[in-house]
């Protein structure tokens, strides 16, 4: 059975190529959905704030926590979704 290298060597450059591009998509949209998260108006000046990806409404999850100036949680989590292409 003969190889064809040229069909090999598209699919080659097509994975050189699209790998990195969806690497580099999810790290953005990832660095816009915690900048998102962190920038939300809240009424204590300090918070945590992480973010979750669920795959089910595709989308970003944001929770942030409310801490006081010690560093100990008030018990206070806001959740909000964040859609994954706006």
């Known amino acids: 059975m003969k190889i064809q290298r040229g069909k090999i060597a598209i ?5 050189v ?3 990195p591009a969806v690497l580099m998509s999810a790290t953005s949209l990832h660095e816009r959905a915690t900048n998102i998260c962190g920038s939300t108006p809240t009424s204590e000046p300090d918070s945590l704030s992480h973010v979750e990806f ?3 409404p595709l989308g ?3 929770y942030k926590t409310f ?3 010690l560093g100990h949680p008030l018990g206070k989590t806001l959740k909000t979704q964040l ?3 706006p």
């Not at 699919?11 to 994975?15: A, G, I, N």
């Open 11 to 15: 699919l080659l450059v097509v994975l």
């Open 17 to 19: 190529m699209i790998v």
């Open 54 to 56: 669920t795959s089910s």
């Open 60 to 62: 970003w999850v944001c």
């Open 67 to 69: 801490v006081d100036k």
């Open 83 to 85: 859609p994954l292409v």
